[in-house]
């Protein structure tokens, strides 16, 4: 093909970047986003805290009590939590729009009873 018909094949196709944020990206499977607690099916088990790189998880408080509180700011989204929960209470979600300028609102706390996400793009 001639370089003026490559060029304007090229201009006929469809771009392969999006106009984000208007246009938002789907995650491929795998993709690891924002991790989310289900915290009817932790036991308490301490297992993700300790596994956690960063140390951005803190499980706090006992029973129905109990709560993740979990530091957006130092996450590294590694998905060890997520392979140490004996019981799957731990998923990556697909959120990847996490970013904010203000460190307080970056912890976010799962706990037994509802969830306590005090940032506001939270799930
Ligand atoms: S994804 Fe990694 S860094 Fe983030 S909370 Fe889980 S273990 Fe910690
Ligand atoms: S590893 Fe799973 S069961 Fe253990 S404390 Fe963390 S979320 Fe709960």
Request: hydrophobic letters at 35%.
């Amino acid at each position: 093909m001639s370089l003026v018909g490559e060029a304007l094949k090229q201009l006929m196709r469809k771009p392969s970047t999006l106009k984000y944020p208007s246009e938002k990206a789907t995650p491929p499977p795998g993709f690891r986003g924002l991790p989310i607690w289900d915290m009817k099916k932790c036991i308490l088990c301490v297992l993700c805290q300790n596994a956690c790189p960063p140390s951005a998880i803190k499980l706090i408080g006992k029973g129905q009590e109990a709560k993740v509180e979990y530091h957006l700011d130092r996450c590294i989204f590694c998905g060890e939590c997520v392979d140490a929960c004996p019981v799957d209470a731990i998923t990556m979600s697909g959120q990847y729009e996490l970013a904010g300028s203000d460190r307080s609102i970056m912890v976010l706390c799962f706990g037994k009873e509802k969830p306590v996400i005090p940032v506001k793009n939270a799930p």
